[in-house]
């Protein structure tokens, strides 16, 4: 059975299965509504919705890309710089122990509530899983790789540019798989800690007016977002897969 049939029938499953308890257990609306009214939502509100996921998906496309730029020239720094990997390293960990949720507000106070404060956040949830990657994969290099380019004389910066970073693709796709899949949290964590307009927004006025119906349609809009943006990575990342031709 094809990957999409079977990916079909378990999400038709759920839909059936959370309409029943819906109906069987008679919630009201206000705290679980059935799938069938959340497409009612979906489609009486689709003007409203599309206009808020407009700032959510901008803010999601740049602070991904910034965390990815971010991210890949400091793992280059520090496997060309050794002082830069003595200094940046402790910097690295420590910024790993600080929640988003915790920082979030901080950047908020101090970029404001525009959309800098949200690209900023998004950016520092995904700048460590693309920077440890290509880092890991920049010092794996095969030994054999790197003998054949003191062979060949290559100078340090045409070692990691010819030889070391075409070697470390592989993890480094795997960081930019990770940060796509999370990117679109960091963009409404963003919006939930100070924000006029986007789907974290508006999921936050809508479940102060009880309109659960329309806190899961902003949900589908959001889940429909983060699979095209995955699906759109994973296709960009197998052209360079098949660039460089690794496995």
Known sequence: MKQGLRG?????????????????LRLPAYFLPTPIAVGKTLWVQRDLLVTQAWPTILE???????????????????????????????LLLVSQ??????????????LGYGITSKIIVTAFMLFFPVTSNFYQGLKRTPSIWLDYAALQGLSNWQRLWRIQAPAAWPQLANGIRIATAFAPMGAIIG????????LGYLMLI??????????????????????GLYATAQTGLACKKVRYGYD
Request: net charge positive.
């Open 206 to 227: 809508a479940n102060a007016r009880l309109q659960i119906d329309l806190v899961f349609a902003s949900l589908v809009v959001l889940v429909a977002f983060s699979l």
């Open 191 to 198: 919006e939930w800690v100070g924000a006029s307009k986007g």
């Open 60 to 90: 999601t496309v740049l602070g991904l890309g910034l965390g990815i730029i971010t991210g890949a020239s400091t793992a280059l720094l520090m496997a060309y710089f050794k002082p830069v990997r003595w200094w940046l390293m402790p």
């Open 97 to 110: 122990a600080l929640p988003t949720f915790a920082i979030a507000p901080l950047l908020v106070l101090w």
């Open 8 to 24: 079909m029938i378990v999400f038709l499953s759920f839909l059936l299965a959370w309409q029943s308890v819906c109906i069987l």
